[in-house]
């Protein structure tokens, strides 16, 4: 079976051009993470969708990251403008069902570079 | 509400054996186990539940003590293949739930 899909692999970009990194869940998950992840701050949880719809964006860093899920196959992870603060690994997780005994599959990550 | 790791880093020989623990400040729900080699993602190990259960995975077994908020991974006899970060992520519940991860052990197995 397909895992968790993630492009591009690689990005590299000028600051203040738009990213868009992209996700496909595992057929049938119904939540999917976006996550950061940083040498200095770990792997943090940015957003969560279930069933398409966003439950908590507490993690969001500020107005210029967007997220959406238009469907259950797909999702995007938006900044604009983006910023070389900006540059880490980001990786889309789905899971089926969430809680405490729902394991979480991660895609392999988008390296996002700004120059 | 991060859980905190230890230690940070080890180093071992092929053969012997490493305990990571991950501790919270925060009453734990359930703990998660992953490991992430390097550039790669992270992979699901296991999870312990709430009742100080203890679960094994080949030679890769974990315990979850409610009462001191703490999860150990124990690793028996290590492989080369069991070199990686290793990360505990506790289920926090706080209006919506969501997972927390510690900042990572680093393994390294030597020959």
Redesign the interface.
């Known amino acids: 079976d397909a895992g968790v899909i993630q492009s591009p692999r690689h990005e590299v970009t000028e600051m203040g051009q738009e990213v868009t990194l992209r996700c496909k869940p595992i057929s049938g998950h119904d939540y999917l993470f976006w996550y950061r992840q940083t040498m200095m701050r770990g792997l943090e949880l940015l957003i969560y969708f279930n069933n398409n719809v966003p439950i908590d964006d507490s993690g969001m860093p500020e107005d210029r990251f967007s997220a959406k899920m238009p469907n259950a196959s797909f999702s995007t992870l938006k900044i604009q403008p983006s910023e070389p603060r900006d540059s880490a690994v980001y990786f889309c997780a789905s899971s089926l069902g969430f809680g405490g005994n729902q394991p979480q599959h991660f895609g392999d990550g988008t390296r996002l570079s700004i120059l | 509400q991060?859980p905190v790791q230890s230690p940070q880093a080890v180093i071992l020989r092929e053969g012997e054996d490493a305990v990571i623990n991950c501790s919270s400040s925060k009453a734990l729900?359930?703990v998660?186990w992953y490991r992430q080699k390097h550039g790669?993602?992270?992979?699901?190990l296991m999870?312990l539940?709430?009742g100080g259960e203890q679960k094994g995975h080949d030679k890769i077994s974990a315990s979850f003590n409610e009462k001191k908020q703490q999860s150990s991974l124990y690793l028996t006899a290590s492989q080369l293949s069991y070199s990686g970060t290793y990360?505990c992520g506790t289920?926090i519940i706080q209006?919506?739930?969501?997972?927390?991860?510690?900042?990572?052990t680093r393994l390294t197995i030597n020959p």
Do not use: N
Request: zero cysteines; charged letters at 10%; glycine letters at 12%.
């Open positions: 991060q729900y359930s998660h790669e993602a992270p992979v699901f999870i539940l709430k990360f289920l209006g919506a739930q969501k997972l927390v991860f510690g900042q990572g």
